[in-house]
Every structure is written in C-alpha cells, then in structure tokens.
C-alpha cells in the first residue's frame, strides 16, 4: 500500500499487529469435554459447531472471544470469522486459521478490510501447492500483509456505515430474486393463458369468422412420418394447456380443435455419429446437443459447439433437418425447446418436428414451453425423466385457426420479449451490486466512506507495534515516521 494516509491513519504489518501465540490443544485429552470449534471445512455458517474432544481428529489452537481468523486455504482463502462472545465451552479453532488479535481495537473492521478484494489479491500473491484444495497461503507471507488502521472511533464508524450499506445490498438481492422468480411465474402464466385461448377472446370476438381448425387440418395434406418404431401408446395424459399424450376429452376454445400432432408435423429423432472415428466429426453441419438446447432454450439456435459430416451423417442414423423444425429434449434434462435457425442435425436425446403449413413452428414451440416442467408427466422415471416415443406419438395438440395461430405468436413473441427485459435488467443489477460491494469496501480503507474527526486518538498511540507508518494530525497525507510521538516532539 502506497497510497497517502487519511490524518491519524497508521500503515502496518499483521507481523506488527502482533500475531499471538495461541496454544496447541489436543481434544482427544478431553474427550468428554465439548468444545466450540471454528473448523475451515464447516462454512455454513459463521457460528462454531459444537464438538466433543473424542471427534476432534487433530491438535486444535485456543481462541479468545474478538479473535479475527483469517483462512489461509483454498477454497476459503480470504474467509473471515470474529470469534463469537465465550459460552460456557472452550473455544478452539483448525491450524488453518490464522489467529489476528486487534488488541482493542474493533474486529469487524479487520474482519472487512481482510474480505476486501485487494487484500485477497495480496494473499494469493504468495501461495504454495499446485492449485485447488492444496493451495496455501504461506504463514511468512500472511505476517507482511499490510492493513491500513484509522483511529478505533473512526474504525466504528465504518463498520456501522458498511453494515448499513450491505444490509440494503442484501435487501436490493432479496427483491432483485423476486424479480426473477416473479418473471418466470409471469412467463409461465401468459404462456399457459394463450394456449388455452384466454388471451385471444376478446381478439376472436372482434375478428369474426375465422376458417375453424377443423377445416385447416382437412385440406392440409398429412406430412409422411419414418417407418419403424414403437406404436403410440392408448394411455390418457392430460397436459396443463395445449397438449396431451391422446385426447384428453376436453373442450377446446371456439374454433380449435384436438389434433395427433403426427397429423400436423413430421416426427422424427436424431443419432450421434460414431466418435471413435475422426472423420465424422468437426464438419460444417451444425449438430444440436443438451447443452446447445440449453443454451437457446426458447429460442431459435443459429449454431452449436460441435459439427458433424456429411459421412458422420451417412453412416449413422442421424438426419439434416430443415430450418424451424422444432426440437424438444426428451432425456437427460428433459423439455428444452429449440428451433433450427438453419438447417441442422440433432442428438438422439431430441424429438423433432417439422410442421406442415397448418401448424406454426413458432405455435408448437410455445405450446411445448408452456407446459413448462409439468412436461416431465408424459415421460416415465423419477430420477432420470424419459418422454418414450410411445407417448411422443400419442401427443395431441389444440390447434386454433391458423390467424388465431398468428395472433397468439404475436402477443407472446410481445410479451415475453417484455419479461425477457425485465429479467435481463435484473440481473444485470444482481451483478453491479458485488461491484458496489467492492466500491464501497475500496472507499472504506482508503478513508473516503466516513469523515475523519480531528478528536479521535490516532491509531498510532493505541497500536502496539514499535514501528509504523502513520499520517498525524495537521500533517499532509503520506508523512512517515517511527512513531505519532516522535513526529509530534519533531513538530
């Protein structure tokens, strides 16, 4: 730290704080004793667990009530606990900890300025092993970690202004996860309200006669489907809006009508070509996986991370499909939904269709979406959800006219797009505030979040180090000296 000190500021080492020396404890010797243990891998909460010595593996360290433990491995490096006020149990903590004593001064401002960013950054500038949970920092390393310490009133003060400003980022979190939560309830809501044909009625009622969905799906030609595969099963699964593994006995809105989705679409799979064989693969036609779908859920895919061959399509099952065919996940995380921005080939983990003219890609999409995660009900498998082909070419759909199809589309590409903002905005939010979080705590060190008061006593005269540097009052920012006493008899 270079930087100018705020007047009756000191700069010093955790070497001249003075790290104590805390005594070795082997619980074991105490096996019926219950111990409050500060353990680096409990970090559920910043309370101790409650131990008996017999569970204690290995030598533990003494701590006292207002101790600052500063954890020096990863992953925890930089996590800090105050010692919580002596209960009627001895309190220990691991050798992973190191133990800082503020000597009276206050612990949560050590506490803050040990979480902040640059002081982590500085921790991990010496560390020893390879990476992951081996990683340490080094002890020696720890000692010349310098902490920037104002007068003990001023440390108060912006301990109570940081708590006051991160209660209200906590409290900004809390209703920015509403927000997010509230949105996807929201989407959920108007999805299922069109494709029951609530939000069209009014639209229906003004537009007039429209062609029914029985008369679109009579003069549309049944499109061809792949031979083979299991027949459909006869088993009713009512969906939550539009669809329903066979006719559910429902009855639709005014002039839609209950339709085998195999009348309207083709249906069909996808395959994975053969990864042994490099030839296959890293082509130039795009290949749709799980984590693409994911991804693009809702949306239309234009590209995906892997890319297969003609030959990787020639030799396995798989098919390139046209543009807007529609995709559905039906194993391992079942019910992303997809649309081909271009043509594409898909995984064996997708059903696929390809609408005819009397079905909207866009209508299908929105109708698999709304049923959101009730979807999983026309698949079998508690664990491991699987929608069987069975019940794929059991699926019906209720179809509205085809302007109604438009009009539905429509509203929901507007409303969704709304929400999608919304939601977008929020967490882009979610984000700033572990910016302002690193702000705030950057302005608190550099003594920028509280006023200095000429009347506070410099942290000089209460530390307890022999040498420091210290910036007295009266005197520009940045003056050196031994001590605050020399530089005033010097004055």
């Known amino acids: 730290m270079s930087e100018e000190l705020p007047p009756g500021w000191a700069e010093i080492t955790l070497s001249d704080l003075g790290l104590p020396a805390t005594p070795k404890i082997d619980p074991q010797r105490s096996a019926t004793e219950t111990f409050e ?32 433990l500063l954890c020096k491995i990863n992953p925890r490096i930089n996590r800090v606990w105050i010692v919580a006020p002596r209960s009627r149990h001895r309190q220990i903590a691991s050798t992973e900890w190191v133990v800082v004593r503020p000597h009276g001064h206050e612990p949560r401002f050590f506490m803050w300025q040990m979480r902040a960013e640059e002081f982590r950054e500085r921790l991990l500038d010496d560390v020893s092993g390879v990476g992951g949970s ?47 939560s509230l949105s996807e309830r929201y989407r959920l809501t108007v999805l299922r309200a069109a494709l029951r044909g609530e939000l069209t009625a009014d639209w229906r009622s003004r537009v007039g006669a429209l062609e029914p969905a029985e008369r679109l799906v ?3 030609p049944a499109p061809s489907q792949p031979r083979g595969g299991r027949e459909a099963t006869d088993e009713v699964i009512p969906g939550v809006a539009a669809l329903s593994v066979n006719h559910p006995r429902t009855e639709p809105p005014p002039g839609w009508t209950w339709v085998p989705l195999l009348r309207l679409a083709r249906q069909e799979s996808g395959h994975t070509p053969s990864r042994s064989v490099a030839a296959y693969w890293n082509g130039d036609i795009p290949w749709i996986g799980i984590r693409d779908a994911g991804a693009h859920h809702g949306g239309v895919i234009q590209d995906t991370a892997q890319h297969v061959t003609q030959a990787g399509l020639d030799n396995s099952s798989a098919r390139l499909l046209p543009a807007q065919t529609v995709c559905l996940s039906r194993t391992a995380s079942v019910g992303y939904v997809v649309v081909m921005g271009r043509p594409m080939a898909t995984s064996q983990d997708f059903v696929t269709w390809t609408c005819s003219s009397a079905l909207l890609p866009d209508f299908l999409k929105y109708a698999l979406l709304a049923e959101g995660d009730d979807i999983r009900r026309f698949g079998k498998g508690s664990t491991h959800t699987t929608i069987y082909f069975p019940e794929i070419r059991a699926l019906h759909i209720c179809l509205p006219p085809l302007a109604e199809q438009h009009e539905i589309v429509r509203l929901l590409d507007q409303a969704l797009t709304a929400v999608g903002n919304a939601t977008h905005d929020a967490d882009r939010a979610y984000i700033l505030l572990d910016h302002l979080e690193r702000s705030i705590l950057t302005r608190a060190f550099r003594g920028d979040l509280v006023p200095q008061d000429p009347a506070d006593e410099p942290a000089a005269v209460t530390l307890p180090c022999a040498e420091i540097r210290s910036a007295p009052r009266g005197r520009q920012r940045g003056a050196r000296a031994a001590t605050y006493r020399e530089i005033m008899a010097d004055g």
Do not use: C
């Not at 910043?46 to 101790?67: N, Y």
């Not at 920037?148 to 906590?170: C, D, G, T, Y």
């Open 134 to 180: 081996l990683m340490r920092a080094r002890t020696v390393g720890i000692e010349k970690l310098r902490l920037r310490v104002p007068p003990v009133a001023e440390q108060r003060r912006i301990v109570a202004r940081i708590e006051a400003l991160f209660a209200r980022i906590r409290q900004a979190r809390a209703d920015l996860l509403r927000i997010t």
């Open 218 to 220: 009579a003069r549309t």
């Open 37 to 68: 243990l500060y353990s680096v891998p409990s970090f559920d909460t910043e309370a101790p667990e409650l131990a008996l010595g017999k569970s204690i593996a290995s030598t533990r360290q003494a701590v006292e009530p207002g101790d600052v």
